[in-house]
């Protein structure tokens, strides 16, 4: 995500899987690209929540483990779409705080990959990893080719599965000479006011894990020890739930590059955020 834009994202779903909504019901993937956006995102109350999935039910054997009865909701920003369709992602949608476009297409390395597949990818390890923990996930988006859905769904659909916690998945566009991820903490506007505190404790808990389990520093360009407070982001302005959102590290960066584009390093982020997120919900 480009750290000067509001970038996260939504409409409930189980990874991995492939499925596209169409209009004024958004599906897991987002939209259609014949379902035209009239009238969606025009005010305030405009915004329509899709009908949620979530992934099945712990099998009564996972009782015991340490997420067992834990609800987790997921949104890997953006979506691979998104490109294709401007007219659709630039429509303005409320934020908690002002208008802002309903998506963007998000970030890039040098070589092109993309922000949206790099969040899908981690958000699928981190999927499986909750679900062997025993929690039943609730992600955003389920495949890589669909368009949107707007900032403002993702937290409403999060917001209405009542997740015990969630993140926002992302990767920076910052300086190419900057390295690192930070972890973006919400500040108080109303909806989210109850859930500073813990938001606040779910950040602390995914820095350490990302420095414990992980390679990458903490970003040397971007917020203060690896934390920056925002108000201007939908996911954290709107959410009635314990959030932060991650950028994991900064794709222009050769260095940060290559790890963001490694399998390998991809399934360590994904085990260190599982590690953050079962700490917050055992503490």
Known sequence: MNR?????????????????????????????????????????????????????????????????GSVVGIDPGHNGGNFGDPSYINQLIWNGREEEACDTCGTQTESGYTEAQFNFNVASHLHADLVSRGATVVVTRRSNDGVGPCVNQRAEIINAARADVAIDIHADGGPAWGRGFTVLEPIADGPNTRVIGPSVQFGTAVRAALLEHTTMPESDYYGHDGIIFRNDLAGLNLTTVPKVLIECGNMPNPTDAALLVSVSFQRDLARALAEAITTFLTA
């Open 4 to 68: 000067r834009q509001a970038t996260v994202t939504l409409a409930l779903a189980v990874l991995p899987c492939a499925g596209c909504g169409a209009v004024r019901t958004l599906g897991a993937a987002g939209r259609t690209r014949d379902d035209g956006a009239a009238a969606q995102g025009k005010s305030k109350n405009a915004t329509a929540v899709p009908a949620p999935f979530v992934s099945a039910t712990p099998s009564p054997s996972s009782a015991a483990l340490p997420l067992a």
